[in-house]
């Protein structure tokens, strides 16, 4: 069973920076694809980012576009999250996730190609 732990959440004002990780157990994590949602209160989770799993090509949400960055360290077995420029509408639980097919290059928003999920951590970006 492959398991994802993210960490690096927390409470930090607008304008405000977070890094987030997400460490996975797939011994075979640098041919999978990596993604990011979120999911705030009463909403639907909703894709942030992707990265394929050479890292070579990425994909981002257009409301996090040029503020966030999705980046991998394949050697760690972890994918970040480099948050700038944290805005309330932010605010969510972020969940990372991985898609086992991912050495075919592609990267995906949608959640349904992705196979493993974490447990999540809280974001909280206070205005």
């Known amino acids: 069973q492959v398991q994802l732990v993210e960490s690096g959440g927390g409470l930090v004002q607008a304008g405000g920076s977070l890094r987030l990780s997400c460490i996975t157990s797939?011994?075979?994590?640098?041919?999978?694809?990596m993604g990011w949602f979120r999911q705030a209160p009463g909403e639907e989770r909703e894709f942030v980012a992707a990265?394929?799993?050479?890292?070579?090509?990425?994909s981002y949400a257009s409301s996090v576009e040029g503020r966030f960055t999705i980046s991998r360290d394949n050697a760690k077995n972890t994918v970040y999250l480099q948050m700038n420029s944290l805005k309330p509408e932010d605010t969510a639980v972020y969940y990372c996730?991985?898609?086992?097919?991912?050495?075919?290059?592609?990267?995906?928003?949608?959640?349904?190609?992705?196979?493993?999920w974490g447990q999540g951590t809280q974001v909280t970006v206070s205005s």
């Open positions: 996730a991985a898609d086992r097919r991912g050495y075919s290059g592609t990267v995906s928003s949608a959640p349904g190609p992705y196979d493993y």
């Open positions: 797939a011994r075979a994590f640098s041919s999978y694809a």
């Open positions: 990265i394929s799993w050479t890292g070579g090509r990425t």
